[in-house]
């Protein structure tokens, strides 16, 4: 595995006001890297993410995403990333192979590419039959599946995904983390953040934030050798439970 | 203390079948869990025994109370907690455990040992209003609220869904100890590893009851032997796993990826495989399966 | 009945919590009146006239000099024939126009009358009834001089005629369809989007999971807005006396009477649509589209109703706010009692009471 570093932060720092959101976050992701970013509720994951994503500009420290500097490069960040919700990820009321066309849209690809992807995706999710088919007619799991290879449809170096498979049957989910790992084997980073510890046993390295800092971060066999534990949900519990924040 | 027979439910005009010849026994004082992915019927089948629904098939009752006549009975002695947070944003806690405590005619004080536990949690925020809640408080609150009438069912569909692990965990510590009190607990949840959590568990996929049983009786039915696959680079690992012949199926499981074998397939027949592919450092063990393996394996079946 | 009074107090709680929304609907009819009264300018300062004389006489010269000399009116200009009039008004720059037809000085000297055309532009009423009083006036003036000149009475009859709005519907009408718009508004919208905001949050579930009376939900609901429309209400009758001279002349507690009959409609109305809606924005749209348009359209405040297709004046008699406007009408403006509107009142009671009573039996105990 190489070790070219896409995400770089140092000293990353978030305030709004006397709060403190982001406090000092030094951590790096390697291409291809899986990696799992986790925290309680109000630890700070989604300030971070957004200053990573370039939607919120830091107050301190610096960072980079795919080469690119945070404070004033945001817009070529948001070109070379892509980005997954659980609550919002595509249009319900338009079909399949609309909202590949209007995604590839926004991110600027040819009606060619879009074109090619599109019928390159279909026949691998196996939903050639459902071009045409509303969102909200297709199964939900079917809809996560989707959803990510929308994600990755311009080929970005990121792809952020906040909390993917909540909810989803196993079988589903199975799937779906057969998606990641080929993306993740063609080389694109992923950033994954979530409050479920399963989906944290997947990453190769996993970060978890408390209060605002980073209080520990290594692969989850690591973790749970170091705090002698047999589950990340532990290793969890043993950094977060004296979490003094707990607001949203 | 709750009995589901034959229960059946459809939406759309009956294109979209909710709930299919739903069976069900609850015992009193149990914590009995229903675990299902988003979609599988869980909260249409709460919401039936909750009397909000009529079934289109079957019967249920609830405190040996009828769901469909005897619902203002049933209305009387069940706490519900819906999956959505449904407390008034704008009221403060104080203000809508004093709201709920009213509606359900009684007093805060009146139940207050049963709520105390929890209430003591929240209670330096109770001028707090509930949309600038965490969600952990705010569930502590959903909870105190459903219980303030002292009831003798309790429905929790979803209760953790979006809650992190510490609140998750104090959750669970807190429903065992209402079980003390002799509450049944009916509780539903998308996460498998909730299920050895309560006391038994149905599975729930679609509409129709997968299996219904204790974890550990779950676990026990797994047929075959499971058995776990470690090594570097998971998705090359995976592609070469499932390459095997003797492979019955083979998922990504966290850190290391779960397969159960053909008949006459062995462990060290797959590992020896997998090193001459390149794998230099794979490790095939026999292991225990989980809830989710069990469910994993009825969905295919 | 603590029950009540306590879910009743919840509800007033949401409403003085949400400032934006409280803020709107006080707002609102302060807006509505203010703005009209500043629309409706009495300023007729340097009104413009245009003048078609048909007859070229001494006596019209001398009538259009006085006009002219008037510090309220200016000669705009001298029209070749009254089928210019129309043209000139829709330029906009005059406000009326004086038509003296043929031998007009012959008739008035042999036979003591004559007549003249004083053609307003109706569209704003205000305005049209002060210009055309003045030129009514200054006339006036000069017959009364005339008289005295020639030993014997002479009569000038202004023939007064409204172009675009010849009933001239103005202010005394705006306000009866302002009350009625605002308190539609507040009971009906109020009322769906706060038992539909229970539905999306989800603690109508636990509401209808619950003992509590289903009757008494709907009552708490309607309490509040029953209170802002009643309040809304004495702000509309208050500022339409001060700043529009619009007092209530008839009597009050008929008028507020009358105002809950109708606010118990519009809540019913709000309810029943708060069944069907499943989201705030739908029963927000509803309340507009379904309930709005129809006041402001089919009511007559806007356009009159004896001018409409014969389907759409059936349709009008279903919509309430068309006998409220009616009632406040009477009573407020022309100061009529019961015995003038007694019709209205009993259709609006039996709206009033048949709507609630469909929406308490339509109130689902169950979802869907």
Request: aromatic share 10%; hydrophobic share 45%.
């Amino acid at each position: 595995m190489n070790t070219e570093a896409v995400i770089v932060t140092d000293k990353l720092t978030k305030r709004f006001g006397p709060f403190i959101a982001c406090n000092e976050l030094t951590f790096q992701v390697d291409k291809g890297e899986i990696f799992g970013f986790l925290g309680a509720n109000g630890a700070g994951k989604t300030t971070a993410m957004r200053m990573l994503c370039g939607l919120l500009n830091p107050s301190s420290g610096k960072a980079t995403v795919a080469g690119f500097d945070v404070y004033t490069q945001a817009n070529r960040i948001k070109q070379r990333i892509g980005y997954m919700s659980q609550r919002f990820s595509l249009y319900d009321d338009l079909t399949v192979s609309e909202n590949i066309r209007f995604f590839g849209g926004i991110y600027g690809m040819s009606i060619s590419d879009i074109k090619k992807k599109t019928s390159a995706l279909l026949s691998e999710l196996q939903l050639e039959k459902e071009a045409k088919t509303l969102v909200r007619d297709i199964p939900p799991g079917w809809k996560q599946k989707l959803a990510f290879s929308v994600s990755i449809v311009h080929g970005p170096d990121i792809v952020f995904l906040d909390e993917p498979t909540g909810g989803v049957d196993p079988v589903t989910r199975r799937q779906f983390w057969d998606l990641i790992y080929e993306a993740a084997d063609k080389g694109v980073t992923v950033f994954v953040t979530t409050h479920y510890m399963d989906e944290a046993e997947y990453c190769n390295r996993v970060s978890i934030m408390v209060d605002g800092v980073i209080a520990d971060l290594d692969a989850p066999a690591r973790l749970k050798t170091k705090y002698q534990v047999s589950s990340m949900e532990e290793v969890f519990y043993a950094l977060a439970r004296n979490a003094v924040r707990k607001a949203d | 203390m709750i009995r589901i027979e034959h229960i059946g439910m459809t939406y759309d005009k009956g294109r979209v079948v909710a709930l299919q010849d739903v069976n069900l026994e609850v015992n009193k004082g149990e914590i009995f869990g229903l675990i299902g992915p988003d979609g599988a019927g869980k909260t249409t089948l709460f919401r039936i025994l909750t009397t909000l629904l009529l079934p289109e098939k079957g019967q249920a009752w609830v405190n040996n109370y009828d769901v469909v006549k005897d619902y203002k009975a049933i209305r009387n002695s069940v706490g519900y907690m819906p999956g959505k947070f449904s407390l008034y944003q704008d009221l403060t806690i104080e203000e809508n455990l004093n709201f709920f405590a009213t509606v359900f005619g009684t007093t805060i004080a009146e139940n207050y040992d049963l709520i105390k536990d929890i209430y003591v949690q929240i209670e330096p925020f109770k001028n707090r209003r509930a949309g600038k809640l965490s969600g952990g408080m705010k569930q502590k609150l959903a909870l105190c609220c459903a219980l303030i009438h002292k009831p003798d069912v309790l429905f929790l569909d979803e209760p953790t869904t979006g809650v992190d692990v510490v609140s998750r965990k104090e959750f669970w510590d807190m429903l065992k100890s209402l079980r003390k009190e002799g509450i049944t607990i009916l509780v539903s949840t998308p996460y498998m590893d909730e299920a050895t959590l309560c006391d038994r568990i149905a599975l729930i996929q679609k509409g129709s009851i997968l299996s219904v049983d204790t974890p550990e009786g779950i676990v026990h039915s797994f047929s075959g032997q499971l058995y776990a696959v470690h090594g570097q680079g998971t998705y090359h690992l995976l592609q070469a796993t499932r390459g095997y012949e003797g492979v019955a199926s083979c998922f990504a499981f966290g850190d290391a990826l779960h397969a159960t074998f053909k008949p006459g397939a062995q462990g060290p027949a797959l590992q020896a495989y997998l090193q001459s592919k390149g794998h230099s450092d794979a490790r095939v063990d026999p292991i225990k399966p989980g809830i989710e393996d069990c469910f994993i394996q009825l969905l295919n079946q | 009945m603590k029950q009540l009074l306590v879910f009743i107090r919840k509800e007033f709680l949401h409403v003085f919590r949400d400032r934006k929304t409280l803020l709107m609907l006080f707002g609102l009819p302060i807006a509505q009146i203010v703005l009209f009264g500043f629309a409706l300018s009495n300023e007729v300062k340097d009104s413009k006239i245009a003048v078609v004389d048909y007859s070229k006489d001494i006596m019209t010269r001398q009538i259009i000099n006085k006009v002219g000399a008037n510090p309220y009116f200016e000669i705009e200009s001298n029209l070749k024939s009254a089928t210019d009039i129309d043209a000139a008004f829709r330029k906009g720059n005059i406000k009326v126009a004086l038509v003296f037809p043929d031998n007009f000085s012959t008739d008035l000297i042999h036979t003591g009358t004559a007549t003249v055309q004083v053609i307003a532009d109706g569209s704003d009423p205000n305005l049209a009834t002060t210009v055309t009083n003045y030129i009514s006036t200054v006339i006036a003036d000069y017959t009364a001089s005339l008289s005295l000149q020639e030993g014997h009475p002479v009569q000038v009859q202004p023939e007064i005629q409204m172009l675009y709005n010849p009933d001239l519907r103005g202010a005394p009408n705006f306000i009866p369809g302002v009350m009625a718009l605002v308190l539609m508004l507040v009971c009906t919208m109020m009322t769906s989007v706060s038992i539909v905001r229970e539905k999306e949050l989800g603690t109508m579930e636990i509401l209808l999971v619950s003992p509590f009376n289903t009757t008494y939900i709907i009552l708490s609901k309607l309490a509040p807005n029953l209170l802002i429309s009643l309040v809304n209400l004495f702000i509309i009758l208050v500022l339409s006396d001060l700043f529009l001279d619009l007092p209530v002349k008839g009597s009050i507690v008929l008028l507020v009477f009358c105002s809950i009959l109708f606010i118990l409609t519009c809540l019913s109305i709000g309810l029943l649509l708060s069944i069907s809606a499943k989201t705030q924005q739908a029963a927000m749209m509803g309340s507009l589209m379904g309930m709005m348009l129809p006041t402001m359209l089919l009511t007559g405040f806007l356009f009159p109703i004896e001018n409409m297709p014969l389907p759409l004046r059936l349709l009008s008699n279903l919509v309430p706010s068309r006998w409220y406007f009616i009632i406040v009408k009477q009573v407020m403006l022309k100061g009529l009692g019961i015995g003038a509107v007694w019709k209205e009142t009993l259709i609006l009671a039996v709206m009033a009471f048949g709507l609630f009573a469909i929406s308490l039996r339509n109130f689902k105990i169950r979802l869907q």
